[in-house]
């Protein structure tokens, strides 16, 4: 006879919805977005998505807050696309960020404000400062 482990010990603890292939997209938008950011940098960006589909004002999925037009330059610019298989830091990444940890204080857009000239999101108030990105509300 085996023994079963109760339900909530075989899932993760998400605070939104994500099953396998929306936590793999996830950690490929993250590696995309933030590959050369620090660990802390990266889980922002998860974060920032996570804020997002918790919001009422986004999509409340994963992949169509990923996918919604204009949003992610590494979608319009295919970056996302290029990364099929998220290394390590990402998903460890997307992990924490589904998890909770959100070290934005709740942000719900990121820029880097040397690459770009939209004058609403440098309007916005910044949440955290890592790496090349500005996390905002």
Do not use: C
């Not at 996830?26 to 590696?31: D, T």
């Not at 974060?47 to 992949?63: E, G, K, Q, W």
Request: charged share 25%; glycine share 4%.
């Amino acid at each position: 006879m085996t023994i079963r482990k109760p339900a909530t010990e075989e899932k993760n603890a998400y605070i939104i919805p994500a099953d396998e292939e929306e936590r793999i997209l996830l950690a490929r938008i993250i590696q995309a977005e933030a590959e050369a950011e620090p660990q802390e940098g990266k889980i922002a960006v998860g974060a920032v998505v996570v804020n997002r589909v918790r919001h009422s004002d986004f999509p409340n999925t994963i992949y169509e807050v990923i996918m919604e037009p204009y949003q992610f330059e590494s979608v319009a610019n295919n970056r996302l696309a290029s990364v099929v298989t998220p290394n390590q830091e990402a998903i460890e990444a997307a992990e924490k960020a589904l998890q909770g940890v959100d070290p934005t204080n709740g942000a719900l857009f990121f820029f880097n404000p040397h690459l770009t000239e939209n004058q609403w999101l440098k309007s916005k108030r910044v949440q955290m400062a890592t790496g090349k990105h500005f996390f905002v509300v």
